[in-house]
């Protein structure tokens, strides 16, 4: 876990890594992809975080591809479903 603290706010970035299930014929195949969990929380004080504020999203392998592959002046954006899985 990478940990930043400012004065405005606090981030940590923890990667996850893929599941693996194993298959009859002794190979594995992929059941969860790995992501990275951002978490933002917003300072209170000098060095105090309000991480019951905090805003948690995480990022997909492809996203990360797409964040690493950006120049200095590009940008991109990622639409997250807050339902994904839930219904």
Known sequence: ??????????????PRPPAFTPLESGAFKISREGY????????????QYDWNRKQVFSLSVNEMGSVMSLGARESCEFFHDPLKGKR
């Open 1 to 14: 876990m990478l940990s930043i603290y400012k004065g405005k706010a606090a981030l940590t970035v923890t």
């Open 36 to 47: 990275v969990l951002l978490q933002f929380a917003p300072a209170v004080g000098s060095r």
